[in-house]
């Protein structure tokens, strides 16, 4: 067992080593030379479009529903403890590589967001199923009729990995084990109170907050999208606004202290302040960091937001791709810029600790509050960040192997029911092996949708074009 363990984490490291980081970066450089710098140019307007639904459009929610339907699953302990992870072993420049990523990643996840809504179905019931496995299949068959056999096959395998990613992984084991964690330390950091199971102890804490998780859970899910996106469209905000307040407020009480930490991150970026022979060391460990702590926050490339968008309420493309790049733009741009800033300007990147534990010193440092208050308050940031890429991917894994099985809805209540067990024995688990394997499917999933991103780069353009001369004005 140790072997295959050891097996998985090698492959792990290579899979999600510089190959696929560069691969996901090329693709949003290249996209964002193609289309001109449009994440630059119409990002007032998908702003706009972001909070004003289209009146007529096609859909199951609002485009506003879609968009927070994929921040929820984004948006998630990555905002804080990634970003947290990445300063310590990257250093502050870490956060210029962050927004790097991010920037060509809204080109990336307009792409994808234009082509969802593109090929997408919409059957007599008005269900709509679209995603990475549709733009797969439908787009490359027109593109490259002769290698439909090869173009299904890879829709399916980015389905086959999309559910398994949300079923063993970042959907349910992790966050799960997020929030169980988040709550136990914050009411019993001591472990005073606990009880032993399947001959182990475990805190009461976590026991309860298991317990109490998994029927919140149930009783979002069991309602299907349109739940989802009802409570995605509180939550999400609620979370976002209240995370950004705190974030803001470290800022204004360290307000003098920004052009220096500004400075800071830019020269830490370059390596600009290591030792001598050393700067180019530093600057590769940075961007490394930095890179593939905003991939792996804004999903852009990976295709899991565009199964979201798919169910938007539009009649155009080119809309819906503005909108879905407005997520990159709140999950790394703002959120994890706040929590970069915040580490950064109270210094506690460097102070020994490692993740939750630094945003949670920055909280304190930063903040005129005792220590149990800042602690308070990231546990509940954490829990609501967790809850809710609980229900995104949820809502992900089942349009997935609601396509793998040809839309049995019998098979999607199967997984719907699998899925609040594995939220319910997810504090519960250790196999480390799990994280793992879900980790690889999800660069896995990767690999298929940038293949057809850049296949069907032309079919990109021309929709934009054709947006833009029939609605040059917002």
Known sequence: MQAFNNFLVKFDDILWGLPLIVLILTAGIFLTLRLGGLQVRHLPRALKYM????????????????????????????????????????????????????????????????????????????????????????????????????????????????????????????????????????????????????????????????????????????????????????????????????????????????????????????????????????????????????IFSNEAGLGSAPIASAAAQTNEPVRQGLVSMTGTFIDTIIICTMTGLSIVLTGTYNIGLDGVDVTIAAFSAGLPISSAIASALLTLCLVFFAFTTILGWNYYGERCMEYLFDRSMKTVMIYRCLYVLAIFIGPFMTIEAVWTIADIFNGLMAIPNLIAIIALNGVIVAETKSFFQRYPKM
């Open 51 to 294: 909070v004003r639904n289209e009146e007529d459009g096609t859909g199951e929610v609002t485009s506003f529903g879609a968009l927070c339907t994929a921040l929820s699953a984004t948006i998630g302990t990555g905002n804080i403890v990634g970003v947290a992870t990445a300063l310590v072993a990257g250093g502050p420049g870490a956060l210029l590589w962050m927004w790097l990523a991010a920037f060509f990643g809204m080109a990336t996840k307009y792409a994808e967001g234009v082509l969802a809504i593109k090929y997408r179905t919409v059957d007599e019931r008005g269900h709509v199923l679209g995603g990475p496995f549709y733009y797969i299949e439908r787009g490359m068959d027109e593109k490259l009729p002769k290698l439909k056999p090869f173009n299904h096959a890879l829709a399916k395998l980015f389905a086959f990995f999309g559910a398994g990613v949300g079923l063993f992984g970042i959907g349910t084991f992790t966050q799960v084990n997020g929030i169980s964690s988040a709550v136990k330390s914050f009411f019993d950091p001591n472990n005073e109170h606990m009880v032993t199971l399947f001959g182990r102890e475990y805190s009461w804490a976590v026991i309860i907050s298991g317990i109490v998780l998994t029927v919140l859970v149930a009783l979002v899910v069991i309602g299907g999208l349109r739940r989802i996106s009802a409570v995605s469209q509180v939550v999400v905000p609620f979370m976002a606004i209240l995370y950004f307040v705190v974030c803001l407020g470290i800022i204004l009480f360290n307000i003098t202290k920004v052009p220096a930490a500004v400075q800071l991150i830019v020269e830490s970026a370059f390596g600009v302040r290591a030792a001598a022979g050393g700067a180019l060391g530093a600057m590769f460990m940075s961007m490394q960091k930095g890179i593939a702590r905003g």
